[in-house]
């Protein structure tokens, strides 16, 4: 579809032009001219947008190395309607541009776009004198994108191929100077629009030194040799003068600020928030208990099963005593968890961190002691795994997040994202005493909250129907709720963020026989 609106669009622009050409058909210096330009392609890869993608997902950013400029060019037609006026379409290709971000946990992501298009421009000439004229152009592009991103130890990527066709505009600056009255010379800054392909729109600036040969353009200029010296000429056209000496030419106009080209992959949840593993402890205990072991063990098995894994051990406390007391409390719950890991377990420390929040992020009501004692935990946060399958089970909750986009106000399930949920089908059919809860969460960036709240609910409910009827899951083992945006964990400001609002978590529990 929009490839049908971006050919609609320039044919109307044509349309316009046509008629401009019929209503000045007799003007003697109109002709057509085609050419071709090459020079240099320039963008600003946003670094600190990348390092943010990678905090947001418990990587730490050692450094970036950006690949800003490329080689670029373009090839062009027009038609010159009068000394002031034409209309030029062409084919451009601005190159490829990247960067390369290594982290801790080890790992690195490469990331690197190509840009290509057609555009069709209005272009405005200011004649200076016979043979130098300044150059204006506003302009309408169909620009394809093409990403590539690889990732190297801890850091992977779901989609590593995408690709965007989108139209914008184009904006440039220029001198010109005629050698001929066939042949010309051409410096030209041109700004472009683009998205590219994973949700963000940014600038590249091309600047190219061209030739352009005009048809036709030599005839005129004969004719008007021809007639006498007393006659007035009527209607020359302005490259008919003798040449002119000039060492070289114009440097082109000096540009705005410079453009910005935003890269940024949008890292999985999937991947990042693969399993949750909740620990509690008593008031004011900082050690393991001895009935949490074999939760703590599980988390080692499954770090062991997926060797390339991290995990962030969080610590929390209730609001119970001092604020910087429990801050050091929930700290050192955390980094007794990564000892036991280290010690009982053999998983190596620097797959492991350790971050206490003290009281900062309840769970539970901090007013009764039932939700104080959901207040003292311990989260183990694993990333970069992928799946769950062939972990055992125990009496414990775990939380999945599903890498899920939904489209703008849409619940329907993408059929892509069933190899997902054939996953999550296997461990539960793996685990028959296992329960799952979907919840729907959204960005809520255009309804009120409880449109909001309604449309998370239909996303959940999509979910469980697509388990039950496409995998077969007990529909009595499955529960929707829809949160609506109430659990926003990204800022809205920025496309990937409203796309980690809209998703879904599967929360799995374990039920337990109950005990004479």
């Known amino acids: ?27 003697e210096s109109s002709f057509w001219y085609g050419g071709a330009g090459l020079g240099l392609s320039k963008a600003k890869i946003h670094d600190e947008r990348i390092t943010n993608g990678f905090v947001g997902s418990g990587f730490t950013v050692n450094s970036i190395d950006d690949d800003d400029s490329d080689l670029g060019f373009k090839v062009f037609a027009g038609r010159q ?71 190297t130890g801890a850091v992977t990527v779901n989609e590593d191929h995408p690709k965007k066709n989108d139209s914008n505009y184009k904006l440039g600056l220029g001198a010109q100077y005629a050698f001929t009255d066939s042949l010309a010379m051409r410096g030209e800054w041109e700004r472009y629009r683009v998205n590219d392909a994973v949700g963000n729109k940014g600038d590249i600036d091309m600047f190219t030194l061209g030739l352009i040969y005009r048809f036709g353009a030599g005839d005129k200029g004969n004719s008007t040799a021809k007639k006498p010296e007393h006659v007035e000429p009527v209607a020359a056209a302005p490259v008919a003068a003798a040449p002119v000496a000039i060492a070289a030419a114009p440097a082109p106009v000096e540009v705005a600020p410079s453009p ?9 949840r999937t991947e990042q928030y693969c399993s949750i593993l909740d620990v509690p402890f008593e008031i004011n205990q900082n050690t393991v208990q001895r009935e949490a072991n074999e939760k703590i063990d599980k988390v080692g098995t499954f770090m062991r099963k997926y060797p390339a894994t991290t995990a962030v051990i969080e610590g929390h406390t209730d609001e119970v005593g001092n604020a910087a007391d429990n801050m050091k409390l929930s700290q050192r719950r955390a980094e007794n968890v990564v000892t036991y890991l280290v ?29 104080q004692r959901l207040n003292r935990r311990i989260n183990a946060i694993i990333a970069c795994a992928t799946d769950i399958e062939g972990i055992p089970a125990i009496p414990a909750r775990m939380t999945m997040a599903l890498e899920m986009e939904f489209d703008t106000n849409r619940a329907e399930v993408r059929p892509q994202y069933r190899a997902q949920l054939l996953k999550l089908a296997n461990f539960m059919k793996a685990n028959p005493k296992m329960t799952a809860t979907v919840e729907g969460h959204t960005s ?73």
């Open 1 to 27: 579809m929009k490839r049908v609106k971006a050919i609609g669009a320039l044919s109307l622009i044509a349309l316009a032009a046509s008629t401009s050409a019929v209503a000045i058909a007799n003007d």
């Open 81 to 151: 309607f009068n000394k002031y006026f034409a209309v030029e379409g062409g084919y451009f290709n601005l190159g490829e541009f990247g960067f390369t971000a290594n982290t801790t946990p080890n790992g690195s992501l490469n990331g690197k776009a190509k840009f290509q298009g057609l555009n069709l421009d209005l272009v405005g000439s200011l004649p200076i004198t016979d043979k130098f004229s300044a150059l204006g152009r506003v302009g309408y592009t169909y620009t394809q994108t093409k990403d590539t991103f690889t990732g």
């Open 260 to 268: 910005m080209l935003v890269i940024v992959p949008v890292v999985a």
């Open 343 to 371: 010690e009982k377990n053999g998983i190596a420390r620097d797959r492991l961190r350790s971050v206490g929040y003290g009281s900062t992020r309840p769970v539970g009501d901090n007013k009764t002691q039932a939700g």
């Open 444 to 516: 809520n960036q255009q309804g009120t909250h409880a449109q909001a709240m309604e449309l998370s609910q239909r996303r959940a409910q999509n979910v469980v129907n697509e388990l039950v009827n496409q995998f077969g899951i007990d529909r009595g083992r499955l529960f929707a709720a829809g949160y609506g945006d109430t659990r926003q964990f990204a800022y809205n400001t920025s496309m990937e963020g409203q796309q980690e609002n809209r998703r879904v978590n599967v929360v799995l529990n374990y039920r337990t026989e109950p005990t004479l």
